[in-house]
């Protein structure tokens, strides 16, 4: 008995050895060493994000946030940890560690919550306005989805739709300001603002412009919406706009309030620049000089807060042209690469001049396409696009890293549905392709909105 007891206990002893030695012990070597190998979110909303890790080795894991410290359930090389109760359209910063290891050795991730539960619309590129194949405008809104490549078609109409009006972004909220509306067969210059909440699906009217404003250029500054340039008239002659900014002030009163003033320097005298804004200066060149329809390629910026332009000399285009598509690339820190180039991107256009009339009777469309890198001195040639166009929209997604050109016309008042993209993070080096799917409807001289930035 004593020898059999004695076996026993040997065979105890050594399963107990074995058991520690593959459990509690690796388990223990395994918080020591454990490191975060890659961090990512794995699911974000407006007001919740799942956050998830991986681990070197078998660990537990832990999410250090604003709200405290939050440990994993369970032992694991992958954890995944929802934090809750979050403020739509906010940034946030988390640090995730694995076992041990300390808190400034561990993994930093930030991410930015969505403004609503409906990505798409955040994320997406709007397509506003434009002239049809009818030559009337068009009313109804497309939305493009480039991350799932859906397309939402008609997802709203403009209560008043009209041609070469002033579409942008501005707080979260889409504007449609002035331009030209179709009156028994006539077009005629128009001081309609109306603005759309994609969140709320709801238009409303805002207080009409002092006067009617004709292809300006349209910024978004900080609380207010910036007009420049353009025409009040369809004869560029008769109704030019001289200097004047015209302001709006969207949150002042029940509907905003518009005023007018002096620019401090000359602003080109011009309809259909194309322009974009960036750190609170709106860059505006080409276009038509308004008494003589001769196109340009001269670039300047206006700085807004100054109600002047800018100091240094923005280089010209290659070439000088009106009815060009243009976005500025800005990347934000949120972005699944923000290390890209900032970019005041200009795109096809006409290349004709002597033509003082909206819309122009006459177009010469260009395939050309011309980035200016923020901080250098130089519009550089960019790919050619695989068709000649002329006022088409373009809009950027961060998310899938890429530039997309929708529509224009090829000739005049022929528009096109096709859509092209181009690499953003190598707009120089790349090529355009042909986009899989078309537009819903065809349309030139509309606009690509995102709502975001």
Not at 240 to 255: A, D, H, Q, R, S
Not at 353 to 380: C, D, K, M, W
Not at 395 to 420: D, L, W
Request: aromatic content about 12%.
């Amino acid at each position: 008995m004593r020898k059999i007891y004695s076996i026993f206990i040997i065979l105890f002893i050594s399963l107990l050895i074995c058991f520690c030695s593959a459990s509690g012990l690796s388990e223990i070597l395994g918080e020591e060493s454990s490191k975060v190998e890659f961090a990512f979110v794995a699911k974000l909303g407006p007001k919740s994000a799942i956050l998830s890790w991986n681990c070197s080795k078998v660990s537990k894991g832990t999410m250090y946030t604003s709200e405290g410290i939050t440990p994993s359930a369970n032992s694991s090389k992958t954890h995944f940890l929802e934090w809750r109760h979050l403020t739509p359209n906010t940034s946030y910063r988390a640090i995730l560690t694995c076992g041990s290891q300390r808190i400034e050795e561990g993994n930093i991730l930030e991410f930015t919550t969505w403004i609503s539960n409906d990505p798409p619309k955040t994320r997406g590129i709007w397509i506003l306005g434009g002239i049809g194949n009818d030559g009337l405008p068009i009313r109804e809104v497309d939305l493009f989805d480039p991350v799932t490549d859906i397309w939402y078609s008609s997802i709203t109409t403009i209560p008043s739709p009209r041609i070469f009006a002033s579409i942008l972004h501005h707080k979260n909220k889409i504007y449609v300001i002035g331009g030209m509306e179709n009156v028994s067969g006539t077009y005629v210059s128009s001081s309609k603002v109306e603005v759309y909440d994609p969140y709320a699906d709801l238009w409303e009217t805002k207080s009409s412009l002092p006067s009617g404003s004709i292809g300006a250029v349209a910024g978004s500054v900080g609380d207010e919406i910036y007009l420049l340039s353009g025409s009040n008239s369809t004869d560029m002659t008769n109704g030019p706009v001289f200097n004047t900014i015209l302001k709006f002030y969207p949150e002042l009163g029940t509907n905003g309030q518009w005023i007018s003033y002096s620019s401090a320097s000359t602003i080109f005298s011009r309809v259909d620049m194309a322009g974009c804004t960036i750190n609170g200066i709106i860059f505006y060149t080409g276009g038509r000089t308004y008494n003589s329809g001769s196109a340009n390629a001269s670039t300047d910026g206006f700085a807004a807060s100054a109600n002047t332009t800018t100091s240094f000399s923005e280089p010209s285009l290659g070439e000088s042209k009106h009815g060009a598509a243009s976005v500025c690339i800005l990347p934000s820190s949120s972005d699944p690469f923000p290390a890209d180039g900032v970019y005041f991107t200009v795109v096809g256009g006409s290349t004709g001049s002597g033509n003082v009339f909206q819309p122009a009777t006459s177009i010469i469309p260009t395939n050309r396409t011309e980035f200016f890198q923020l901080g250098s001195s130089s519009f550089s040639l960019g790919p050619s696009l695989p068709s000649s166009l002329y006022f088409p929209a373009v809009q950027t997604s961060y998310e899938t890293r890429k530039i997309f050109s929708f529509g224009g016309a090829s000739s005049i008042n022929i528009p096109e549905n096709t859509v092209y993209s181009l690499d953003s993070g190598n707009p120089l080096g790349s090529a355009w392709t042909t986009h899989p799917s078309t537009m819903p409807r065809r349309r030139y001289a509309h606009k690509a909105i995102r709502i975001d930035r």
